[in-house]
């Protein structure tokens, strides 16, 4: 190892000190204050708005330090509304998250004696690589207290390594302090303790004999440790949260979020590779592979020269990954702590690549311009990748200035109900009650009950309860579609086709519960009665044209009949999925669905919109009308150019599927044993009953998702019946798509694997592996879209397996 200087934090130039981080936190912070969500997001995002703001107490753990701090925030900087005041925050401490990174690489270069302009660009490399990461940039446009985290545990990195440098114990004090803060903030900032104890105790291992600094450390983690003493002394008179936080019990229980535990290590030891599969595929969408390599350089460099110095963030990642890639909550959030770590690898990488050089002027002009064309590549490569980086999170639209969805439902829940008198009961999930909440406790805009009434649907009551609970206190509305509801036997009848509410009727369906639409007078085959309809008139290219049409039957029907359209060049055939299909009906009662239609992203133009018939049970494609013809003209839609402008996104040619224009299966492999075969293979794949295989499954995102989707994996028989099932979040629960706002950016690819067991009482026979995805909360698959743009079905058949004895 080399030798350490000793010296304290400053260079030769002291303006660089201050000026090189300043300017990195003040383009950081534009950079993420100009990206900024501009009010209330669905979810846990407007919850850390409004709970500073009315000074309660947030869900599990609390975040005491996170909920002072933004008060403080929300009291000294009066930028907008309360909402996007609370946005900024997240973009302020992101901004010294980048800082923070750019610190921990200046002061290792310090200490490794590596000239002041390596050093400077080393550190301002990693700082810039981290500040454009996918991850840190999405969670630094919206209130939330993981940015925090982040930021803690990279301060208590940075901390340690200057104690480690300098050996002045002020530094391991302020490390206490930080501690202590950390731990009143949320319990993932603590899974770095064991690498900073075996970091300590290596670096001074005759630290437990000396009474003073120990004693003196420990009062620093106390100080830290005071924002706890806002649950006892606020919880009695909290205007939300609970209330019971000044008694032992109530605060344990919060303050280690029992209820949550469920979500740790859900995964096993089998599952390990794919596991680190995941990981990899996420870190590829944060860093470009130059960067990844220079990470990897960096803990080689780091270890050959300071071996102390690796055990820090080397186990900080052991104890992270390990910990995050086997949970299935918040992972994205949770990767915030390692990825900051990747960061400062990546610096130090370009410290190792810039070992030739000198940073005497005399010494530098003897040489020749070899190494100023040394210095040149690094300076490149530190411009360069953040800046291509970047670039392409700009281009894939991951900013969050124009999402206004949140705000729009609530703009929604106050025009539909406010002032109308109806004495409505609206059940709503946590995702859309956090916006109203916020709306409500920091804009002055009650909502009175005479008009509407909120209702909380949590996990410990089921939506058809909650109807039951509520059915007779007047008119029950749904924030959107929720099939438990109609499966109890109740019917969903949307409340206009560009409204989100469902209303709730007890069967039958009458006018009366309907809300306007175009009358029609059309009989299928003399069976179905379309009544009406409601469409648009004009629609956007690679976005679904939303129709509701009115159906009835007169006499029961046992057969299943479904609608189907014409659009132009299109044609759609709806599937049954997640819908109240003929054999349901009641007759005379009227019967509102929904039905889209994707439309390509080349689309443009005007087109007919008809509608026909067919008798699904029957095996009839088409069926007569009473217009004498197959299909009946409804309205004429111009579809104009979608938001993707003058570029729309494409299908790759060789993607197996384009599921609703919003993602594409480019991929899918199958390995059992020694056999691997690629989607769509012909060839069945053999496997033992009760034996393990694995599916890797290659998604890209098309379009940003609208909702949360979950992939389904289903082994068949013959009469299409799953003998095996696997539905989980993409990545198994570490890369959903739609969290609050869409998380998948357009153009960004994802390994998902998946290792699966053969039922072992399954008999042996041929079976079929099919996938796809559908809604979280309406169930409804996607539709696949063949290379026509029409619609395909709702599943890929991947390929036959043979299941044999064991």
């Not at 005399?362 to 690094?378: D, M, N, P, T, V």
Request: glycine residues 10%; hydrophobic residues 45%.
């Amino acid at each position: 190892m080399a030798a350490r200087i000793p010296c304290n934090l400053s260079i030769s130039r002291p303006r660089l000190a201050v000026l090189c981080p300043a300017i990195l936190w003040s383009g950081a912070f534009a950079l993420y204050a100009a990206t900024a969500a501009p009010g209330t997001l669905f979810g846990d995002p407007s919850e850390y708005q409004f709970i500073p703001a009315i000074l309660g107490i947030a869900h599990p753990p609390g975040y005491a330090l996170y909920t002072l701090m933004a008060r403080l925030w929300q009291m000294i900087v009066p930028v907008g509304t309360i909402a996007f005041r609370t946005n900024l925050l997240a973009a302020a401490v992101g901004a010294w998250a980048v800082v923070a990174v750019y610190l921990n690489v200046y002061i290792l270069g310090m200490a490794l004696g590596r000239p002041q302009p390596v050093v400077l660009l080393g550190a301002l490399f990693g700082g810039a690589s981290w500040a454009v990461a996918t991850d840190l940039w999405q969670h630094a446009t919206h209130a939330n207290p993981h940015v925090v985290s982040a930021a803690l545990a990279l301060t208590h990195l940075a901390l340690l390594f200057a104690w480690w440098y300098t050996d002045q114990d002020r530094w391991l004090y302020g490390f206490a302090v930080t501690i202590g803060l950390a731990a009143t903030h949320h319990p993932i900032t603590l899974m770095g303790v064991p690498a900073y104890g075996v970091f300590i105790l290596i670096h001074r291992p005759g630290i437990w004999r000396q009474r003073r600094v120990l004693l003196t450390a420990v009062g620093c983690a106390l100080l830290g440790l005071l924002p706890l003493l806002y649950y006892p002394l606020r919880s009695p008179s909290a205007p939300f949260g609970p209330t019971d936080m000044h008694t032992w019990s109530g605060f344990w229980r919060h303050f280690t979020a029992q209820g949550l535990r469920v979500n740790l290590f859900h995964f096993g030891l089998a599952d390990q590779f794919d596991r680190i599969r995941v990981f990899v595929s996420l870190l590829r969408l944060q860093f470009p592979l130059p960067t990844i390599a220079c990470m990897l350089l960096g803990m080689a460099w780091l270890a050959r020269r300071a071996a102390k110095a690796t055990l820090l963030p080397g186990l900080f990642l052991l104890t992270h990954l390990a910990f995050t890639l086997n949970t299935v909550q918040d992972v994205m959030a949770y990767l915030l702590l390692p990825m900051g770590a990747f960061a400062i690898l990546g610096g130090v990488g370009l410290l190792a690549l810039g070992g030739g050089i000198d940073g005497k002027r005399e010494e530098q002009a003897s040489k020749g311009g070899r190494r100023q064309w040394q210095f040149g590549a690094l300076f490149l490569l530190c411009v360069g990748l953040p800046l291509y980086q970047g670039g392409l999170n700009i281009g894939r639209g991951i900013s969050l200035r124009d999402f206004t969805a949140a705000d729009d439902y609530v703009a929604a829940v106050y025009e539909r109900f406010a002032g109308r008198g109806e004495g409505a009961i609206l059940l709503s999930d946590w995702e859309h009650l956090t916006p109203l909440w916020t709306h409500i406790y920091t804009q002055g805009h009650p909502l009175n009950e005479e008009d509407v009434k909120l209702v909380f649907v949590s996990t410990a009551t089921t939506w058809p309860q909650a109807v039951w609970d509520h059915i007779a206190e007047g008119p029950v509305y749904l924030p959107a579609e929720r099939p438990a509801v109609r499966n109890a036997g109740f019917r969903l009848v949307p409340d206009g086709r560009s409204s989100p509410f469902y209303r709730v009727v007890a069967p039958p369906v009458t006018d009366e519960h309907l809300p306007p639409y175009h009358p029609l007078d059309v009989w299928a085959d003399g069976r179905v009665h379309l009544v009406g309809f409601d469409a648009p008139t004009t629609a956007r290219s690679g976005e679904p044209l939303r129709l509701l049409l009115y159906q009835q039957v007169t006499e029961p029907l046992e057969g299943i009949w479904m609608p189907w359209a014409q659009f132009g060049p299109l044609e759609a055939r709806w599937t049954t999925d997640s819908r109240l299909l003929t054999p349901q009906w009641q007759p005379g009662e009227i019967v509102p669905e929904v039905y889209e239609l994707p439309i390509p992203f080349d689309l443009t133009g005007r087109y007919e919109l008809r509608l026909g018939y067919a008798d699904l049970s029957g095996g009839r494609p088409t069926l007569a009308l009473s217009t004498g013809e197959t299909l009946v003209g409804l309205t004429t839609v111009t579809v104009e150019p979608g938001s993707s402008g003058e570029h729309p996104p494409t299908v790759p040619e060789h993607a197996l599927a384009d599921l609703d224009h919003q993602v594409a299966l480019v991929r899918a492999s199958v390995l059992a044993g020694r056999q691997r075969r690629y989607a769509r293979w012909e060839e069945p794949v053999a496997v033992h009953a009760g034996q393990a295989f694995h599916l890797t499954l290659r998604w890209q995102a098309l379009a940003s998702p609208r909702e949360s989707l979950t992939v389904f994996i289903h082994l068949i028989d013959g009469n299409g019946r799953p003998v095996l099932s696997h539905d989980y979040t993409p990545l198994g629960g570490s890369a959903p798509t739609y969290l609050w706002f869409p998380k998948w950016l357009p153009g960004q690819t994802f390994t998902d694997p998946y290792r699966l067991i053969v039922p072992a009482e399954l008999p042996g026979g041929d079976y079929w592996l099919e996938v796809g995805m559908y809604g979280m909360t309406s169930l409804r698959r996607l539709p696949v879209v063949d290379l026509a743009g029409n619609l395909a079905g709702d599943r890929v058949i991947l390929g036959p397996v043979r299941v044999t004895g064991k």
